[in-house]
């Protein structure tokens, strides 16, 4: 049993970018932050990433999934023994599909894995419940969204993006007492973030990514192109409302006859409007845009921000949080929140029905000292 009051737990988070695996400690009771701890972070070596994207859109019983799982477990336990013993482990696993109105969503990886290697109890499987009552299954940071807004007592809405390999957005009303409050969050993806942009510079360059969004400024934006990405349905659907990383195919195909740094600006340019239009769902104009996850590093996709956003945008090292780790912080207070009993999820934030708690809580059993496995 988790004792009461704060405790100690470390989140992890691989995102569909996927460029690594970040751990972060967070102290937290599961309602309020209280402290942030230690990090660390695992870079995806060629040769670990290769099985995972082979297994990008596969469901369970295909042999290149459970190979997939295999490296994303190792890789995991390397990186959580560096830290004390937690109370426990928030383990998102990697998402390889998410079809939440078909097959449901599926995060490779087993918590029950990582609860007997590391000894210690592990949450996992975070986002099934959400999409079994109806829900979107994502996006589920938004919980934590509404305690970082306490944690730095803004004074009135406040969004926090997130431009991983997804974009989503979270509206925030800190003067509601509890996230799953009426009111308290609209939550929902955005359009494509990272993972076009690095798609486009790996096929064209062999790069992982548009490093300081240097290529996509000095090319030309075809804002024709823009418009007409922006006329997707998808953009047109009331939220909560998400996404799968691969949602969008054809805007390489789009850009495909364009030089590399008109294409890389032309997708860039096409991130930040879907984004820019996802404010227009918000319940209020916020106070201010914090982004988080790896476009915040984009000079050029942020710049790109601010003159479409009516409001200051910035990153969100700018309020004090660690824009590297946020995410991989949420699935560990998320972690004490499923312990606990609390809701992850709520109409505002996925669509479910009513308020939910998700997630699958794995003890260790010892299984692995009792066999003599070191």
């Excluded at 996509?216 to 996404?243: C, I, N, T, W």
Aim: net charge negative; aromatic share 6%.
């Amino acid at each position: 049993m988790l004792k009461s009051g704060p405790v100690w737990a470390i989140g992890t988070m691989s995102g569909t970018s996927l460029d690594g695996v970040d751990a972060a400690a967070i102290q937290t009771d599961g309602e309020r932050i209280y402290e942030f701890g230690e990090s660390a972070y695992h870079p995806y070596s060629s040769e670990e990433r290769a099985p995972i994207a082979a297994a990008l859109g596969l469901w369970p019983g295909d042999a290149r999934v459970e190979e997939a799982a295999e490296v994303i477990e190792t890789v995991h336990a390397t990186l959580l023994s560096q830290f004390e013993r937690p109370a426990l482990i928030g383990f998102h696993g990697q998402t390889l599909a998410h079809d939440p109105r078909g097959r449901g969503t599926h995060q490779a990886g087993n918590g029950r894995v990582l609860a007997e290697v590391l000894d210690c109890p592990v949450v996992w499987d975070f986002r099934s419940t959400d999409v079994e009552m109806g829900g979107e299954g994502a996006p589920l940071a938004p919980f934590f969204h509404f305690a970082c807004a306490k944690f730095m007592e803004a004074e009135g809405p406040v969004v926090f993006l997130n431009l991983g390999g997804v974009g989503n957005m979270t509206w925030v009303d800190p003067s509601a007492t509890t996230p799953d409050e009426e009111g308290a969050l609209l939550a929902f993806d955005t359009g494509p973030a990272n993972a076009p942009i690095n798609d486009l510079m790996l096929s064209r360059r062999g790069e992982s990514m548009d490093k300081d969004g240097a290529l996509a400024a000095d090319g030309d934006v075809d804002e024709a192109l823009v418009e007409q990405f922006l006329e997707e349905p998808y953009f047109y659907r009331m939220p909560p409302k998400s996404l799968d990383r691969d949602s969008f195919p054809d805007i390489a195909d789009w850009v495909g006859h364009m030089e590399d740094a008109d294409a890389v600006a032309t997708v860039t340019a096409m991130v930040a409007a879907s984004a820019a239009k996802g404010l227009e769902h918000c319940p209020s104009p916020p106070t201010g845009v914090l982004v988080c996850g790896g476009g915040r590093k984009n000079p050029t996709l942020m710049a790109m921000l601010s003159v479409l956003m009516d409001c200051p945008v910035a990153p969100i090292e700018n309020a004090g949080f660690d824009g590297d780790m946020l995410e991989a912080q949420a699935f560990g207070f998320l972690g004490v929140r499923v312990a606990r009993g609390l809701t992850t999820s709520c109409p505002g934030t996925t669509g479910v029905r009513a308020p939910v708690g998700g997630g699958t809580v794995s003890e260790p059993t010892g299984a692995l000292a009792q066999s003599g496995t070191s």
